[in-house]
Each structure stands twice: as C-alpha cells, then as structure tokens.
C-alpha cells in the first residue's frame, strides 16, 4: 500500500531532516557517547527527501553552522553534503 501525504509521513519526514526534532536531538546525543567510548570520528545523517531543483540543492549549507557542505564527490556514492566542524551527513534530494 503506497503512503498518501498523510500527516504521520510528515511528522516521521520532519524527525528524519530537521536539525531541531526530537529523534535528531537523541541521536546526536548517542552519537557524542559513541565518539567518547571509542575515541573515533562519528557522523549523524539528516535526510532529505525531497527538493524542487539540482542547483538548489547545491546551494544547501549547513543546517547547523551554516557553512558550506557540498561536497564534489559524495561519500560512499550517497552522501554530498559533509560538515566536519558539526559531524553531519546528508543527501542530495531524491
């Protein structure tokens, strides 16, 4: 059975791409406690599922310092927006 736009594809969407939603909030949280325990680099990744246009989408910065985070070659053939300074991944819309 195909979603319609219902209002839970909505709520789980904003949870999985906005920086300030609860599930985000938790997850940054264990992924800070994963890089304390292991001592490594660990990222968390924002969704994006949807966008109006390419050159749009380029232009994305940040969603928490607002630098620039596209990368020319995405990681892992998935991942074209990295932020070193704040741990994030995302993508570029579907």
Not at 16 to 32: A, E, F, P, R, V
Not at 79 to 88: A, E, G
Request: charged share 25%; hydrophobic share 30%; glycine share 6%.
């Amino acid at each position: 059975m195909a979603c319609v736009a219902c209002g839970e594809c909505e709520w789980a969407t904003n949870q999985l791409s906005k920086l300030d939603s609860q599930l985000t909030k938790q997850g940054l949280k264990i992924c800070k406690n994963i890089k304390k325990l292991t001592k490594k680099e660990v990222y968390y990744y924002l969704y994006q599922g949807t966008g109006e246009r390419l050159e749009t989408e380029l232009k994305r910065v940040c969603p928490s310092c607002g630098d620039k985070w596209h990368q020319d070659k995405a990681l892992h053939e998935i991942f074209n927006f990295i932020c070193n300074r704040c741990h994030l991944l995302s993508n570029i819309a579907w």
